[in-house]
Each structure stands twice: as C-alpha cells, then as structure tokens.
C-alpha cells in the first residue's frame, strides 16, 4: 500500500512510523517553503513549485494508492482534482468543511449537537450586533481562517477590549484578500470546567472505533498536556462524548480519524472545533492504546480492519516537549527515556513554542501521574 501525504510535519512522521511496519510506503508532498526534516528517511518529498498540475502531483509522489492529509490547511481544489487518480480521505469536502470556522460551526450546528452561541462577521461588518446577538460580553473572536494554536484569536471582556480588536481589524482588511483576514465568528466566552477531546476512526463501509476521552491542558491555546481518561467524568458526559463523535463520523461518511475538542461545563458538553485528522491530544494512544491513532487512521483509509482502542490500564498521560527559549533543546532529550517515559522526538529545529516532541507517561493512577508531570515541568523549562 503506497500512501501520499500532504503536509510534512510531526504527524505526517508519526503515521509513516506507523505504517513501516504494516509494509506500507509513504511519500509526502511539502509547500514551497515547508520545513522537512520531520519525514526524513520515511519516503520521497516532493516539493510543490506552484506549476505543477495535480497530475504531475500525483506523478510525482509515486502514484499512491491512497492520499491522506497531516493539516486542514490545504489547498482544497488541489485535493478534489487528486481524487480523480486515486481515493483521498477524508473526503475534500469535509476538509473544505472544517477549515473554514463557520462552515465547521454550521455542520456541528446542522447535527443538533450544542456549541458555544456564535455569530459570523465579515469586512466592515458591525460587530456589537453579533456581540449583543450572543448575549453579549464575555466573547472570543476567532478569524474562520488560519487559526491554529490561539492564532488569530481575541478573548474580549469589555468595550475597551473590543475598540482594541477593532483597530487591529483595519490594518487586517488593508492587506491584500490573499494575505489579510476578512471574516470573523464571535463566540460566547464559556466558563468551562475543563476541555476534554474524544477522537474517533471510521472506514468507508462503516465500521467505527472511538477512544476513551481525555482532559486536555492548554497554555496561551497550546495543547501542554493531556490525561486519560479524563479524571471523574461522569458516565453521562463520556457517553455524550460517544455521542457526538459517532454521529459526527456516520452523519458525514467521514474515512480515516476524526478528533472533537469540548468543552465541559456542569453537565453540558459542547464542542469546541473538529480537526479532520490524527490530533496531538492522541498522541497518548501511541504507548497507552492497544492501536495508535495513527496506524487506525491508515486502516482506516486503506479499507482494513480497525485496531482495538482499549486503552492500557491505569492512567496515561501526554506532555508536549515545546522549544524554549535557549537554543540547544534541538537535541534529544534522551534523559526521559531513562525515566521511564516514551519519548517520541520530532527531528525539529527549536523554536519557542514550537512542538519538538512528546512523552507519554503510563501511571497506577492520577497522583502518580501528577508527580511525574511535576518532575516533567521542573526538567524542561
Ligand atoms: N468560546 C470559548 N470560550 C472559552 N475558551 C475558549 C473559547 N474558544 C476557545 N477557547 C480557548 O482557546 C483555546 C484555543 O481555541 P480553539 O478554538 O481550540 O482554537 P485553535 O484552533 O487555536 O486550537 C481553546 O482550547 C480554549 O482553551
Ligand atoms: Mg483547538
């Protein structure tokens, strides 16, 4: 099985370890300026120069059996116009659906399954009607395009606030349409109890595997760290967990694996956003899971069997390695090993911030797990 891939980074390089030992090839298709060296030694590169047709594409990476993406961030016409060589999955329109927070927002919306209140803007659009729409202060302003890790993104609380995103706003709609950012969400600002994400696979004649449903830690909107399951929560939330995730696969006929981030707040569960590929809050599945996230979404879009998602016992635990502020944490931190980690190293050039690598902790239960999370933080800092 040769499988295409689009995109060149940390998850592109942990579905091609997956998939090596199962025989599969990979190879990858980077942006012009797309660093690589997270998929080094794992397949050809081919580096996309703007010209090439979606043929030569297709030619290039080696004719795959089957192409898959590593990031919602793609170029969408080039996916559909793929789909005429070989399968592609998840299907471009989903792709299309998700990558945009409206349309993301409208389908989540279209199942009956509860958000945030939210309303769109666009251009000049006046605002403080939407606000007043939602009920008004607190809300958070989010781009429907381009955001990733908190990027783009105004958490408003007050007028003030908002006459700041305002003037920031102006100088967004004077770049050039390609550049700039046109169209907002604003969203009711949840006072949640936690954030948790349930993640799901499915294949094309609709077998479904769901994992359990982990507790996500984030920091200025990066993922830090992740518990699972998530500590004590009620069987009623696991099950509307359950709940949305399979409706979500079965309602689109979605191929490959899915990711849903919630919110939790009393009994309500509501979801955040989708990401329609293998996500860092399962990266815990690589040593805690009986199958990886991983080698279910190559199953998955290779039409084979699903992997068990039974989770290993106990408690496991994620803890993302970001780049620092000094400039010699490019080199593996191979000292977590020795702790009795799973260090899964990225092969990336330090950046603060950037997501280097992870560990994956295996713990009797949540205290344990706790300690070695503050071990962890002291360590790397
Ligand atoms: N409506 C909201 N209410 C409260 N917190 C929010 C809201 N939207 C986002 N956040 C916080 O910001 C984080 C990042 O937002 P998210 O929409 O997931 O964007 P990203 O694409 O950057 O992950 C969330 O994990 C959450 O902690
Ligand atoms: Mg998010």
Redesign the pocket.
Known sequence: MKVGILGCGQLSRMLALAGWPMGFRFSFLADPDEPVRCVEGLGPVVRQDGLMTARDVYVAMGSPDVITVERESVCVPLLRQLKTFCPVYPDPEIVWAIQN?HREKTLVADLGIPL?PWEVFREHEPVQEAIARIGGFP??I?STED?????N?W?IDNSEQLEAFEKERETLLQKPASKGIHEWIV??????DR?ISVIGARTSNGNIVMYTSGE?H?NK?I?VHSVIPAPDLSELLHNKARDYISRLLQETGYVGVLAV?C?VAGNELLV??LAPRVHNSGHWTMDGAATSQFENHLRAIASLPLGSTAHQGGVVGMYNLLGQKHSDDSRVPDQFIAQGTYLHWYNKISRPGRKLGHLNILAENEEELGGSFESLKSQWT
Do not use: A, C, P, T
């Open positions: 927070r945030s809300v958070v989010k955001g990733y890790d908190g990027h993104q958490v969203e009711k600002k949840i006072v949640f954030e996500n984030h909107g993922l981030e919110f955040n956003e």
